[in-house]
């Protein structure tokens, strides 16, 4: 008997917002929600972006210096609801990032001497480069400084700035900015991210995490997460490999906190002090699935009985943002204008999954999930928001491009849809299911993804398959693309708003959707109607993965049959506790305190802490030990 991998908490930030409760996914359906959620939606934003911040439960804006006047609800939704909604999701790239028009660069020159006179100018004797090149003659003018000639040619770079090709990106909410939440010294972006991702994740848990500690063996707990890109920013490898070419000096933080597997080190040391299990996972736009595999094959298992998965991706910068653009992966300002067959690019339009597009939009998250097996989670009283019943993955055979598609989506998605045939049935999937799309929003992606998922649902028997792509809202972020998916698909759970594709103004000619429902707008299925999404990434290499997540009304209702009555009801009981730690948590957020966790050199394990024997090692601050007693699994063998 397998345990089930189910979610009990959430949490992390992208364009949209925070992710956590739902509140991207409702910026995402803002136009479909009730009048109270939205507002709810456009107060929590409105604090997270400093336009307002709470105080004593009352708003107070921030632009007006010294001056203490206070705001009601409605009047902050009235006087900030047109800035807050332009200045998320996708949008110009903003300066914060770089100048989209004056980016720099150095500009290599070739200086030439005349006949007759040599090139003179004086230098600090100590900018002089070594060795002297042959053509330089020196004359001291002191001891600090001499008069130099070149005969001949020079090279020179030049300080030059020019006009970035793309302009546009899905962005963190406008100032909102991570390193004001804990003390983020010399940390590079993507890892600010994640330290505030998986925060808020183990926030929306609704219980200390000490509890979980003390619940379980610390071997029985792992952390699965990575990004694909590294850090390439100044705080990381970026200003590594740039440090000497730029005249200046490399640091002692830059080339560790540049690896990819930091995503995962800083959730360990940091936020949780985890001494169990951990991997760092890399599948290009499909990691997070990647790492999702892994976690709920180790629960299934019995491995591991609680696993933290996520990612963090910041490559909004111009280096990054260059080479996918010389691939001609990304959408251009060029491209854009030659598509609306306009001299004005709307950018809040850029990203058009399955529409008339020219290329994916770049950009920045962090999403964080948590996984129990079922029998902790009935145990704590833990909320459960859905469950991971499979994860499939497989290549492309050879290929001739490695950023082309290939066979192995095909293989992902129909086990994926298999697989949920075999525990809801085929009722189910037919009637109550629906794709998150990798809905990259290029011309290849829109074709072949499209007919992958009309293949899959002629074998199946579907008919007006919804399907959605979370890019069009915010983007890709690499890494955390298909995270963002599954938050998404956890919202369409509670809510019953499938996000329409809403920046196309129709469905391209060539995508493949007769047996598909590609709407504009969003589709209402209403609360507890949709019992399985359906997550696929296809990444550059070959890296492609489809998953199956089950709705928490299915997963209740599997629970029932795994569980008697009385177990259910001392369950549901102690949930309740659990959710209204929860909702204070997302009070407290939505008015600006995020109650960032953030554990620098507290509580560190000594070797005199460490005390074991030939049956377990015990640490101190872990109420149970790590079993030594291992079976031989290859008993047939021996």
């Given at each position: 008997?397998?345990?089930?991998?189910?979610?009990?908490?959430?949490?992390?930030?992208?364009a949209?917002?925070?992710?956590?409760?739902?509140?991207?996914?409702k910026?995402?359906?803002?136009e479909?929600?009730?009048?109270?959620?939205?507002?709810?939606?456009?107060?929590?934003?409105?604090?997270?972006?400093?336009?307002?911040?709470?105080?004593?439960?009352?708003?107070?804006?921030?632009?007006?210096?010294?001056?203490?006047?206070?705001?009601?609800?409605?009047e902050?939704?009235?006087?900030?609801?047109?800035?807050?909604?332009?200045?998320?999701?996708?949008?110009?790239?903003?300066?914060?990032?770089?100048?989209?028009?004056?980016v720099?660069w150095?500009?290599?020159?070739?200086?030439?001497?005349?006949?007759k006179i040599?090139?003179?100018?004086?230098?600090?004797?100590?900018?002089?480069?070594?060795?002297?090149?042959?053509?330089?003659?020196?004359?001291?003018?002191?001891?600090?400084?001499?008069?130099?000639?070149?005969?001949?040619?020079?090279?020179?770079?030049?300080?030059?700035?020019?006009?970035?090709?793309?302009?546009?990106?899905?962005?963190?909410?406008?100032?909102?900015?991570?390193?004001d939440?804990?003390?983020?010294?010399?940390?590079?972006?993507?890892?600010?991210?994640?330290?505030?991702?998986?925060?808020?994740?183990?926030?929306s848990?609704?219980?200390?995490?000490?509890?979980?500690?003390?619940?379980?063996?610390?071997?029985?707990?792992?952390?699965?997460a990575?990004n694909?890109?590294?850090?390439?920013?100044?705080?990381g490898?970026?200003?590594?490999?740039?440090?000497?070419?730029?005249?200046?000096?490399?640091?002692?933080?830059?080339?560790?906190?540049?690896?990819?597997?930091m995503?995962?080190?800083?959730?360990?040391?940091?936020?949780?002090?985890?001494?169990?299990?951990?991997?760092?996972?890399?599948?290009?736009?499909?990691?997070?699935?990647?790492?999702?595999?892994a976690?709920?094959?180790?629960?299934?298992?019995?491995?591991?009985?609680?696993?933290?998965?996520?990612?963090?991706?910041?490559?909004?910068?111009?280096?990054?943002?260059?080479?996918?653009?010389?691939?001609?992966?990304?959408?251009?300002?060029?491209?854009?204008?030659?598509?609306?067959?306009?001299?004005?690019v709307?950018?809040?339009?850029?990203?058009?999954?399955?529409?008339?597009?020219?290329?994916?939009?770049?950009?920045?998250?962090?999403?964080?999930?948590?996984?129990?097996?079922?029998?902790?989670?009935?145990?704590?009283?833990?909320?459960?928001?859905?469950?991971?019943?499979?994860?499939?993955?497989?290549?492309?055979?050879?290929?001739?491009?490695?950023?082309?598609?290939?066979?192995?989506n095909?293989?992902?998605?129909?086990?994926?849809?298999?697989?949920?045939?075999?525990?809801?049935?085929?009722?189910?999937?037919?009637?109550?299911?629906?794709?998150?799309?990798h809905?990259?929003?290029?011309?290849?992606?829109r074709?072949?993804?499209?007919?992958?998922?009309?293949?899959?649902?002629?074998?199946?028997?579907?008919?007006?398959?919804?399907?959605?792509?979370?890019?069009?809202?915010v983007?890709?972020?690499?890494?955390?693309?298909?995270?963002?998916?599954?938050?998404v698909?956890?919202?369409?759970?509670?809510?019953?708003?499938?996000?329409?594709?809403?920046?196309?103004?129709?469905?391209?000619?060539?995508?493949?959707?007769?047996?598909?429902?590609?709407?504009?707008?969003?589709?209402?299925?209403?609360?507890?109607?949709?019992?399985?999404?359906?997550?696929?990434?296809?990444?550059?290499?070959?890296?492609?993965?489809?998953?199956?997540?089950?709705?928490?009304?299915?997963?209740?209702?599997?629970?029932?049959?795994?569980?008697?009555?009385?177990?259910?009801?001392?369950y549901?009981?102690?949930?309740?506790q659990?959710?209204?730690?929860?909702?204070?948590?997302?009070?407290?957020?939505s008015?600006?305190?995020?109650?960032?966790?953030?554990?620098?050199?507290?509580?560190?394990i000594?070797?005199?802490?460490i005390?074991m024997n030939?049956?377990?090692?015990?640490?101190?601050?872990?109420?149970?030990?790590?079993?030594?007693?291992?079976?031989?699994?290859?008993?047939?063998?021996?």
């Amino acid at each position: 008997m397998s345990s089930l991998p189910v979610i009990v908490g959430f949490g992390g930030f992208n364009a949209a917002g925070r992710s956590s409760f739902h509140h991207a996914y409702k910026r995402m359906v803002i136009e479909s929600l009730p009048v109270n959620e939205r507002e709810e939606t456009l107060l929590g934003l409105a604090t997270m972006m400093k336009l307002v911040r709470c105080e004593n439960g009352l708003f107070i804006d921030n632009a007006i210096e010294n001056n203490q006047q206070t705001l009601t609800a409605e009047e902050v939704v009235k006087r900030f609801s047109e800035q807050i909604l332009n200045s998320t999701l996708i949008r110009t790239i903003e300066k914060s990032h770089f100048d989209v028009n004056a980016v720099h660069w150095q500009k290599n020159i070739t200086m030439k001497s005349t006949d007759k006179i040599g090139i003179c100018f004086e230098l600090p004797r100590k900018q002089l480069p070594d060795p002297i090149p042959t053509n330089w003659q020196l004359t001291d003018i002191n001891k600090d400084r001499v008069n130099v000639e070149i005969i001949g040619e020079v090279d020179l770079k030049i300080d030059s700035y020019r006009e970035c090709p793309v302009k546009v990106a899905g962005q963190l909410p406008s100032g909102f900015k991570p390193e004001d939440h804990y003390n983020a010294r010399f940390h590079p972006r993507a890892l600010q991210m994640a330290i505030m991702g998986a925060s808020d994740a183990i926030r929306s848990l609704g219980m200390e995490w000490k509890t979980i500690v003390n619940a379980v063996k610390p071997d029985e707990i792992g952390v699965y997460a990575s990004n694909a890109m590294s850090q390439l920013d100044e705080n990381g490898f970026g200003g590594m490999l740039q440090s000497r070419l730029k005249g200046g000096r490399v640091s002692t933080k830059q080339c560790p906190l540049g690896l990819n597997t930091m995503p995962a080190d800083f959730v360990n040391a940091y936020v949780l002090g985890n001494v169990g299990h951990t991997s760092a996972i890399v599948g290009a736009c499909a990691s997070f699935l990647y790492n999702l595999s892994a976690a709920i094959e180790d629960i299934k298992n019995g491995k591991r009985r609680v696993a933290v998965v996520g990612n963090a991706e910041a490559p909004i910068l111009p280096e990054i943002i260059d080479g996918y653009a010389t691939m001609g992966a990304l959408a251009s300002e060029d491209n854009l204008k030659r598509l609306d067959k306009s001299e004005t690019v709307d950018h809040r339009r850029a990203s058009r999954p399955f529409g008339e597009n020219c290329g994916f939009t770049i950009a920045e998250s962090t999403q964080y999930v948590v996984l129990m097996d079922d029998a902790l989670a009935l145990e704590l009283g833990a909320d459960i928001h859905g469950a991971v019943s499979d994860v499939f993955i497989n290549a492309d055979g050879y290929k001739k491009s490695i950023s082309a598609p290939g066979p192995g989506n095909y293989i992902t998605m129909a086990k994926a849809v298999s697989a949920a045939r075999a525990v809801v049935g085929d009722e189910s999937v037919r009637e109550r299911s629906f794709i998150q799309a990798h809905g990259s929003s290029t011309p290849a992606n829109r074709t072949t993804e499209s007919r992958i998922f009309h293949e899959v649902a002629k074998i199946f028997d579907i008919q007006n398959w919804p399907v959605t792509a979370a890019k069009a809202y915010v983007g890709h972020p690499l890494s955390p693309a298909s995270a963002e998916q599954l938050v998404v698909s956890l919202g369409v759970f509670k809510h019953g708003f499938i996000p329409g594709i809403k920046t196309i103004d129709k469905v391209a000619d060539d995508v493949f959707d007769e047996r598909l429902n590609i709407s504009i707008t969003d589709i209402d299925k209403g609360p507890g109607n949709v019992d399985v999404a359906f997550l696929n990434s296809k990444g550059f290499g070959g890296n492609n993965a489809t998953a199956t997540v089950l709705s928490p009304h299915v997963v209740n209702t599997m629970l029932a049959k795994r569980y008697c009555t009385e177990d259910i009801a001392a369950y549901e009981s102690r949930r309740e506790q659990v959710r209204e730690k929860a909702k204070a948590y997302d009070l407290s957020a939505s008015q600006g305190n995020f109650d960032t966790i953030y554990h620098f050199g507290q509580d560190l394990i000594q070797d005199d802490d460490i005390q074991m024997n030939d049956q377990e090692i015990r640490i101190s601050g872990f109420a149970n030990p790590i079993d030594l007693r291992m079976k031989n699994p290859f008993e047939d063998m021996i």
